[in-house]
């Protein structure tokens, strides 16, 4: 059965991206176009992997990571900030929050297939 993989960006071409990398690898990819529209997809759907921008507006990648840990269906699911900071305090501020790892843009499509295979378990 094909994994369920939630991209959130503001980012159209970075959705595409994501989505044309992940779902040539047979991932199922579902898109929010922020963390509100991310948040209420994640609630509506069995997500296996999220991988989430870090600056949007509204609910930000933080923001939603949070509201994803207290849900009980997502203590478990692996969340990836994929984002173009690199600053080591905000990568802390992250793992705190409940992230899984973290992958600077612009991505490399490999990197993005073996971190999602190795957080899934394929």
Same mark, same amino acid.
């Given at each position: 059965?094909?994994? $369920?993989? +939630?991209?959130?960006?503001?980012?159209?071409?970075?959705?595409?991206?994501?989505? +044309?990398? +992940?779902?040539?690898?047979? #991932? $199922?990819?579902?898109?929010?176009?922020?963390?509100t529209e991310g948040l209420a997809k994640a609630q509506g759907n069995?997500?296996?992997?999220?991988?989430?921008d870090l600056n949007m507006p509204g609910l930000d990648g933080l923001? +939603?990571?949070?509201?994803?840990?207290?849900?009980?269906? #997502?203590?478990?699911?692996?969340?990836?900030?994929?984002?173009? &900071?690199?600053?080591? &305090?905000?990568?802390?501020?992250?793992?705190?929050?409940?992230?899984?790892?973290?992958? $600077?843009?612009?991505?490399?499509?490999?990197q993005l297939l073996s971190v999602a295979r190795k957080v899934l378990?394929?």
């Open positions: 059965m094909s994994k $369920t993989i +939630l991209s959130v960006d503001d980012s159209a071409s970075m959705r595409q991206m994501v989505r +044309l990398t +992940l779902s040539g690898a047979g #991932y $199922t990819v579902l898109e929010a176009a922020d963390g069995k997500v296996d992997l999220v991988v989430t923001s +939603l990571i949070r509201e994803l840990r207290k849900l009980p269906t #997502y203590k478990g699911v692996p969340i990836i900030l994929l984002t173009t &900071e690199s600053d080591a &305090e905000r990568k802390q501020e992250a793992k705190a929050a409940g992230a899984t790892g973290w992958i $600077t843009k612009p991505f490399q499509q490999d378990g394929a």
